[in-house]
T-cell receptor, first 113, second 115 residues
Framework: GNSVTQMEGPVTLSEEAFLTINCTYTATGYPSLFWYVQYPGEGLQLLLKATKADDKGSNKGFEATYRKETTSFHLEKGSVQVSDSAVYFCALSSGGSNYKLTFGKGTLLTVNP | GAGVSQTPSNKVTEKGKYVELRCDPISGHTALYWYRQSLGQGPEFLIYFQGTGAADDSGLPNDRFFAVRPEGSVSTLKIQRTERGDSAVYLC?????????????FGPGTRLTVL
């Protein structure tokens, strides 16, 4: 079956530090890949997505590249801000007939000023 | 416009009781999903509706769980004879068509606590 493994947290960084959150997946076929973010007190929101191999998703300074050869979709940001503090979830949708999402366990990021 | 809404935001019940959780999707969205998120875990799929029909209920853990969407809009997740292990945040999401590239928009969730 489908599964997503992401870096265990929590991750604590200082403002302007470089961020990487690792994500690898197992799936049949050609999944679409997503990063969702949950800010404190808010619901899950889509951060970025990539729908085929070598695609790069980007949003709000975050980037992730769909690497089929390594089955990975690592999230990166060059310079984090305090406002990036949140829980980040890697997810995949492998098609079929319903496109349900399979999520990783989430990584808590705290950015200190 | 309005996003996905869920009511109640919190529900505390006793073991063995029946509960209903409501989801109001974004207007016009035909696809609706229910997920369950336990503490420290990512959301896990429960059921998917396309219109009024449950197209995939493979994630429902057992027959105590049931969901309906009678008019293709609002959905209700129903849990009978609740158990302490049912305690979790129940999330609802909707998307415009349910295809692989359509973003799922999530509601704020209902936190269910079974005492």
């Amino acid at each position: 079956g489908n599964s997503v493994t992401q870096m265990e947290g929590p991750v604590t960084l200082s403002e302007e530090a470089f961020l990487t959150i690792n994500c690898t997946y197992t799936a049949t076929g050609y999944p679409s890949l997503f990063w969702y973010v949950q800010y404190p007190g808010e619901g899950l929101q889509l951060l970025l997505k990539a729908t085929k191999a070598d695609d790069k998703g980007s949003n709000k300074g975050f980037e992730a590249t769909y690497r089929k050869e390594t089955t990975s979709f690592h999230l990166e940001k060059g310079s984090v801000q305090v406002s990036d503090s949140a829980v980040y979830f890697c997810a995949l949708s492998s098609g079929g007939s319903n496109y349900k999402l399979t999520f990783g366990k989430g990584t808590l990021l705290t950015v200190n000023p | 416009g309005a996003g996905v809404s869920q009511t109640p935001s919190n529900k505390v019940t006793e073991k063995g009781k029946y509960v209903e959780l409501r989801c109001d999707p974004i207007s016009g969205h035909t696809a609706l999903y229910w997920y369950r998120q336990s503490l420290g875990q990512g959301p896990e799929f429960l059921i998917y509706f396309q219109g009024t029909g449950a197209a995939d209920d493979s994630g429902l853990p057992n027959d105590r769980f049931f969901a309906v969407r009678p008019e293709g809009s609002v959905s209700t997740l129903k849990i009978q004879r609740t158990e302490r292990g049912d305690s979790a945040v129940y999330l609802c999401a909707s998307s415009s068509t349910g295809g692989p590239y359509n973003e799922q928009f999530f509601g704020p969730g209902t936190r269910l606590t079974v005492l």
